[in-house]
């Protein structure tokens, strides 16, 4: 169980368009996902929290209306990246917290997908 | 500015030894902590979680947590090469309004490596 999906795994664009990641948890619902980044050789940043029906809150820094967060439904979140840049190559994570057995807050992350813009 | 602190490695250890991993906190509120590992190019995996002070086993993995020494570890017996990945510990942080959002606190991760 616990299992996280995201698609595509792997994306390359040109300089000026959207992107959109999507995020799905296969076996149980998820009300809370999250979205990070991982540059080469560095740690996850989170970048916000989405939780179904509401708004995403962002974490300090991260542009809201570049990066669009969407969970409409308990099993799916996006993430869209708009006019993207190629500082915006990054990896880009998910991640779902189950919240049949996550008592501890314990995530379940996503294989990732991997953002080239050229 | 809650901080979670790790041995950026890299740890290299002989292929059967005990791996030993650190990982020290600054938030004393904090209320689970989390060993994730994570592989080149992967997104990183649950390894096991611990909120009680003192061992808790699974398998080769022992996390051990110490609250008073703000002070959390992950011991993997009998290593092996498949071992070898940046292991990632994390801390549940509370919101500002006290109540707990589910936040994860990432650690910069260690590196291991089994040596055969």
């Known amino acids: 169980g616990a299992v996280v999906s995201q698609h595509p795994s792997r994306v390359i664009c040109k300089s000026g368009t959207s992107v959109k990641i999507e995020c799905r948890s296969l076996d149980f619902q998820a009300t809370t996902m999250f979205w990070y980044r991982q540059f080469p050789k560095q740690s996850l940043m989170l970048m916000a929290t989405s939780n179904e029906g509401s708004k995403a809150t962002y974490e300090q820094g991260v542009e809201k209306d570049k990066f669009l967060i969407n969970h409409a439904s308990l099993t799916l979140s996006t993430l869209t990246v708009t006019s993207a840049h190629p500082e915006d190559s990054s990896f880009y994570i998910c991640?779902?917290?189950?919240?049949?057995?996550?008592?501890?807050?314990?995530?379940?992350f996503g294989p990732g997908t991997r953002l080239t813009v050229t | 500015q809650k901080e979670v602190e790790q041995n950026s490695g890299p740890l290299s250890v002989p292929e059967g030894a005990i791996a030993s991993l650190n990982c020290t906190y600054s938030d004393r509120g904090s209320q689970s902590f989390f060993w994730y590992r994570q592989y080149s190019g992967k997104s990183p995996e649950l390894i096991m979680f611990i909120y009680s002070n003192g061992d808790k086993e699974d398998g080769r993995f022992t996390a051990q947590l110490n609250k008073a020494s703000q002070y959390v570890s992950l011991l993997i017996r009998d290593s092996q090469p498949s071992d070898s990945a940046t292991y990632l510990c994390?801390?549940?942080?509370?919101?500002?309004?006290?109540?707990?959002?589910?936040?994860?606190?990432f650690g910069k991760g260690t590196l291991l490596t089994v040596n055969p």
């Open positions: 991640s779902a917290r189950d919240h049949r057995v996550g008592l501890a807050g314990e995530q379940y």
């Open positions: 994390a801390v549940n942080a509370w919101g500002s309004d006290g109540g707990s959002n589910y936040k994860l606190t």
